[in-house]
Every structure is written in C-alpha cells, then in structure tokens.
C-alpha cells in the first residue's frame, strides 16, 4: 500500500530537549516536505526537499533542521524545541510534477 | 507560486452540490490548480487538478474560468462525509512550493 508513514503520532517533550520526526514514503517519490499546521495560519510549508542530498527552505524553517540521504526518509529535527514549535506538523510526498500525499500527522507539544 | 483566496466557510445541504469558489488572479499560464481537503485532523487529501480544461473524476468536478482568475471546484452530491476544510492551491509544474492558506470550512447539513 502506498503511504507516508510519521513516527511518533504524538509526542510531548521539555523545552530544549532535542527530538526527530521521521518521514518515510514507499513510493519512490523524489519531492518530500514538511509542513506545521496552527489554528487560524493553515499549513505552512518549513522545510522541501526535491531530491536526495537537495534540501531548501520553505516559508517557516526556523528552529528546524532537515536531511535526505535516502530518498524514502525525510527526517525533521528539532534541535532544541520550544513552546511556539507546539504544533501538528505533516510530511509529505509527491513525484516532482504530481500530486502530494500526506502522512497521518504528528502532534508536538513542547513543554 | 501565486497565491489564492477562498471564504472561510460555506454550508451545503446534504445530497446538494458544493460549489466552493476559489481565486487566483496572479496564477501564470504553467501553474496548476490543485485542490485537497483536510478532515477533522487528518493528513489532507488530493481531490483533483486542473490547468486549462474543466476536469472530472470520481470525486468532484473542477470548472477553470477561461482566463484561469478563479476556479470551482464541485461536489455533485455533498454527503455529511464531505465535511471537511478544503484548499485550493497553485503549483508550478516544476514548483517547490505549496501554499495551502487556510482554506473553506465546508459543512454539509442532513
């Protein structure tokens, strides 16, 4: 089955106390992202990646940090989480022209 | 990418159609028109796209204006599952970026 797998689903944590997000697609899509979804601001892109080894910035990558040295993994990393990082954050994937499928969601709270 | 404009909410009766508006008065000629939506807290769904053409498929019409300043995407017939937050989005064929914004609240009401 063609998904986009999250871990952890939900997690609550201190501040600075460094955490990763893992994001792993099984369908050999070469564009994954990152997004964060707050109440009233919608989703918001932090963090694409269009290839292995090729990561970018998106609208709010501040305080997160990214790697892609497989194609299928996409990690988001909070090197030192703080309380405004509390968030649903989403990854997904897409082949570079194609439509984005979405993992399930994981939902951060930073303590 | 452009961006686009969509009213925060609408409500439709069950077994109506939802014609949920969007705009995009800045989109340039190889931009895409995507639409997704978001149930409750689940990862957002891929509805359809469209460039030029009104497209069809299993789940919902899209209707571009000719001069591709506005799209509608259409759900025939809204059941109480079509609930949902749904996004119109731009994308450049080879764009990186998706703006979602923040989308129409749609609620269908039995």
């Known amino acids: 089955e063609a998904q986009v797998t999250q871990n952890p689903r939900y997690l609550i944590t201190v501040t600075g106390k460094k955490l990763t997000v893992t994001c792993s697609q099984n369908?050999?899509?070469?564009?994954m992202s990152w997004y964060r979804q707050d109440p009233g601001l919608g989703l918001r892109q932090i963090y694409y990646?269009?290839?292995?080894?090729?990561?970018d910035k998106g609208d709010v990558p501040e305080g997160y940090k990214v790697s892609r040295k497989e194609k299928r993994n996409f990690p988001l990393i909070l090197e030192s989480p703080s309380p405004n990082q509390t968030s649903l954050y989403f990854c997904?994937?897409?082949?570079?022209?194609?439509?984005?499928?979405f993992g399930e969601g994981s939902r951060l709270t930073v303590l | 990418d452009a961006k686009t404009t969509q009213p925060p909410s609408m409500d439709c009766a069950e077994g109506r159609a939802a014609n949920l508006p969007c705009n995009h008065s800045?989109?340039?000629?190889?931009?895409?028109v995507y639409w997704y939506r978001q149930i409750h807290s689940q990862g957002p769904q891929y509805i359809i796209h469209?460039?030029?053409n009104n497209e069809t498929n299993e789940m919902a019409s899209l209707i571009i204006t000719e001069d591709r300043k506005s799209s509608t995407l259409i759900l025939p017939h809204a059941t109480l599952r079509d609930t949902a937050v749904y996004y119109c989005?731009?994308?450049?064929?080879?764009?990186?970026?998706?703006?979602f914004g923040t989308g129409t609240s749609l609620t269908v009401i039995p």
């Open positions: 997904a994937s897409s082949y570079s022209t194609g439509e984005l499928f």
């Open positions: 369908m050999n899509h070469e564009y």
């Open positions: 990646s269009m290839n292995v080894e090729v990561t």
């Open positions: 800045t989109i340039s000629g190889n931009e895409y």
């Open positions: 469209g460039l030029k």
């Open positions: 989005i731009v994308r450049d064929i080879f764009g990186n970026q998706f703006y």
